[in-house]
């Protein structure tokens, strides 16, 4: 008998409970997955789409011209001028040196800007003032360089060879998103007051920038376009108001994925959960099934009545998913404060909504249509005895369903992925490792089977509870197994990170990084050195910056698009000449130059590089160099050891080549504690234009970025071991009415509440043992991947804490299991029986 969809509409409404008792583990778990993805791609779209509104402000233009170590030509300034109104600005690190004979130092970013400065946004002080350039002789600081130096309103600090007046301390910097990493506070100039300073000698590291206001409605790109062509070897990094921070938004959009896709692996989880409550309401709905087939209902019937309440609660569950991932990027812009690079506002972004709300929806049919289906084919006869007969198999139809919406899911992920080999390796992986902890509950039940039965009543009867009919040993071992694996993995990688930072880093790292050492000075600057410490270590080399304009052949501004991973190809880049291989480096193709080579250009590359370009040994490669273009032949490639904050450069050229270039010096310097304090104070006021940068900074900095990158891989994995939480709770109920048939038949053979639950805490003890096992060798090997092909650093996980982190893991799901089975306990004989 089919009935029409209105009368069956009502019974399903009728037979759902207001309260959806049952349907509860389905609802939670789609909740907490679909808000995931809905928070996570929000925040990433409301980080880019807030990047975007602010391109102008971010950029400080429409266009912007940057070029590194020397300023535009007049000819340049021309072409630039005729396409709109032009501000200028210098960058460079220097020494800021406090008014006394014997102040502090600290390395910040010195900026000079003209009277057009800013074109859009607002220089504000902490007054509340908006301000264009200081008046010359007089500077604005930021507020950490006032607090570090002691230094406020109508103070003096020094830089350089120059004394300013402090005239405000700034709030805000408008295009300081632009302007990219810094290792110090901001100081602003006027442009009229740099030359005072004597910073900016031949060789020395500054970059000049030239800011382009456009006239409206005028196209940026196509502007870009047309004075890149009209000086193609001038070594210009060029960007338009569409993309105001390149850097910020790329690392953003990567984030972004990576966190989508584990917001997706604890949907997948939670899927899990879905599958269970499902089980779990449908075994509860037994008798109502069996008696609807009784009456005359088909199995199309039966199918619908109860697809139609799992779609009404998935469908609710999603909705409210979604209001909350919705209203999250918001949260977490307060909460994170400054870690951000711009805050969101609160804006519905239907894409990333859209998204989350089909991948809810796929991964609910995906889960719950297998036991629907089981329910639907089964017979009335056999629906009433299916508690000790179990449950019988999806029916060929189902099967082509779950597998279109996997394929479907795999599809989605794959389509909106900035990377989709890697999307689709990471679901591979998340898929393979559902397919590995099914395989070991297959195992452990064959195990349990064919082990010789002990002789003792409870370890027969917890071994009999992993491979009897209805057991649910597959859905407690993906539980455990993911959750463990996700808490070792977890752990492992934030005490591998701590411990590379904390004390592989301190035992090669240098004391101080020295930029622009004058040429001429380099022997006055060793003596100081050698003088604070005899036993100082000094490892000095020649550096410049330049532009890769063609590589294998091929012009770099007449490509339409830049290879994937050629992030060399961005801007300019420090190079170096020199005689012998730079300590950290090994030659992988080709060979070294001799020593003292006197021959045409030729060029190491770094081997990552050279991949990413298509080229290798003997293969062209030309950079422009203060606007000459200097060709050379690929001699050899080579990979660097980048974490022993030596000093090494991914292009290093051989002696002759570049030695005629305007150039200085950069060194790093290991002494002892003792003279870093007396080399942080002499060596300023004797070398102006150099720049001390203290390592200790650098690693802080770094430690900061890497643990806010694993707060928020963690922050998004919680999610997933919640889901593992509420799988397994839901397994604990799917198992509970065939439990209770148990406990009732034990009960009247005699057997007391403990040993009925002394039986249960052995099966759960040994899913413990055995998963806390295989999680081990899964999280560490994840782990493993993560710190070394990621991050690029040493695998050193504190042992100490995986053991407690398992331990912990495992005692939690081991408490939750038994606590779970309590209620069974409380079942009486006769009212049991009387419900089966």
């Avoid at 004394?163 to 442009?191: C, H, Q, W, Y």
């Avoid at 062209?620 to 980048?642: D, F, H, M, N, Y």
């Avoid at 060798?777 to 782990?783: D, F, N, T, Y």
């Amino acid at each position: 008998m089919t009935l029409p969809f209105a009368a069956i509409w009502r019974i399903s409404r009728r037979d759902l409970s207001a309260r959806i008792r049952g349907l509860r583990l389905l609802a939670i778990c789609l909740f907490l997955g679909v808000a995931t993805l809905a928070a996570i791609g929000s925040l990433t779209a409301g980080i880019a789409d807030e990047l975007s509104k602010r391109g102008q402000t971010i950029l400080g233009g429409d266009v912007e011209i940057g070029i590194a170590q020397r300023e535009a030509t007049p000819a340049e300034m021309v072409a630039m001028r005729n396409a709109g109104l032009v501000s200028e600005t210098v960058r460079l690190r220097a020494m800021a040196i406090g008014p006394a004979a014997d102040s502090d130092s600290l390395l910040a970013e010195l900026k000079a800007i003209d009277v057009a400065y800013p074109h859009y946004g607002a220089l504000t002080l902490r007054d509340g003032a908006t301000v264009k350039a200081p008046a010359k002789g007089d500077i604005y600081i930021g507020q950490s360089l006032s607090e570090r130096l002691d230094i406020d309103t109508s103070g003096f600090v020094r830089f350089g060879e120059a004394s300013f007046k402090v005239a405000g301390i700034i709030a805000e910097e408008p295009d300081r998103l632009g302007e990219g990493f810094t290792l110090g506070p901001v100081a602003i100039i006027n442009m009229t007051s740099l030359p005072d300073t004597k910073l900016i000698q031949p060789g020395s590291m500054y970059e000049a920038k030239y800011r382009i206001k456009l006239a409206a409605n005028e196209d940026a790109a196509a502007v870009a376009k047309s004075l890149e062509a009209q000086f193609p070897s001038a070594g210009w990094d060029i960007t338009d108001r569409s993309n105001g921070a390149p850097g910020t938004r790329r690392f953003i959009e990567r984030m972004g994925q990576f966190l989508t896709l584990v917001g997706l692996a604890a949907l997948v989880i939670a899927g899990i959960g879905v599958g269970n409550g499902v089980s779990s309401y449908l075994a509860s709905k037994r008798a109502s099934i069996a008696t609807l087939k009784v009456t005359g209902a088909d199995s199309g019937t039966i199918f619908r009545i109860y697809m139609l309440q799992i779609l009404t609660v998935a469908a609710g569950a999603i909705i409210a998913g979604l209001a909350m991932g919705s209203v999250m990027p918001m949260v977490i812009g307060g909460v994170a404060g400054d870690i951000l690079p711009v805050a969101p506002g609160f804006n519905l972004h239907p894409l990333p909504l859209l998204v989350s709300a089909i991948y809810g929806l796929l991964i609910a049919i995906a889960f719950a249509l297998p036991p629907l289906a089981r329910a639907r084919t089964v017979p009335a006869a056999g629906l009433f005895r299916a508690i000790v007969e179990g449950n019988a198999r999806i029916d060929r139809r189902s099967a082509v369903w779950v597998i279109s919406a996997i394929l479907a899911v795999i599809a989605l992920a794959v389509v909106t992925a900035r990377e989709p080999l890697f999307s689709l390796a990471f679901i591979g992986a998340a898929f393979g490792l559902l397919l590995l902890l099914t395989g070991i509950a297959w195992l452990l039940r064959f195990i349990a089977l064919r082990v010789p039965r002990p002789k003792a009543p409870l370890p027969r009867l917890a071994l009999a509870n992993l491979h009897r009919p209805g057991a649910q040993t597959q859905a407690l071992v993906v539980a455990l197994g993911l959750g463990l694996t996700l808490f070792v993995t977890l752990a492992a990688i934030q005490t591998s990170i701590n411990n590379e930072i904390r004390n592989s880093v301190p035992d090669r790292a240098p004391s101080f990084f020295a930029l622009d050492i004058p040429r001429g000075g380099e022997a006055q600057f060793r003596q100081m050195v050698t003088e604070a410490d005899p036993k100082a270590t000094i490892n000095m080399i020649p550096a410049l910056r330049g532009t890769i304009v063609e590589f294998g052949g091929q012009r770099v501004d007449q490509l339409e698009e830049l290879p994937e991973g050629a992030w060399i190809l961005n801007g300019d880049r420090g190079l170096t000449y020199s005689g012998v291989m730079p300590n950290g480096s090994e030659i992988v193709a080709g060979a070294w130059w001799p020593k003292e080579y006197k021959g045409p250009a030729l060029v190491s590359l770094e081997a990552e590089a050279a991949e990413s370009l298509g080229v290798g040994v003997g293969d062209s490669l030309t950079i422009s160099l203060l606007g000459v273009e200097i060709p050379a032949k690929i001699a050899s490639l080579r990979t660097v050891k980048w974490d022993n904050f030596g000093l090494n450069y991914v292009m290093v050229f051989s002696p002759g080549s570049l030695d005629a270039a305007p150039h200085n010096m950069v060194a790093t310097l290991t002494v002892s504690k003792q003279a870093e304090r007396i080399l942080a104070k002499s060596i300023p006021p004797t070398f102006p234009s150099s720049s001390l940068i203290e390592v200790g900074e650098v690693t802080a900095q770094i430690t900061i970025l890497l643990t806010q990158m694993a707060q928020a891989i963690a922050a998004a994995a919680s999610i997933a071991i919640l889901a593992g939480i509420a799988v397994l709770v839901g397994a604990i109920a799917a198992a509970r009415q065939s439990r209770i048939y148990d406990s009732v038949i034990m009960k009247m053979l005699g057997s007391t509440r403990r040993q009925i639950l002394g039986a249960q805490a052995l099966e759960y003890g040994i899913l413990a043992v055995v998963l806390g096992l295989v999680s081990l060798l899964l999280g560490m090997s994840a782990a493993y991947y993560v710190v070394v092909e990621i991050f690029d650093f040493s695998f050193a996980p504190d042992y100490s804490i995986l053991a407690l982190t398992l331990i912990g893991g495992a005692g939690l799901t081991f408490v939750l299991g038994i606590v779970g089975s309590l209620p069974i306990l409380a079942a009486r004989p006769s009212e049991a029986l009387r419900s089966l």
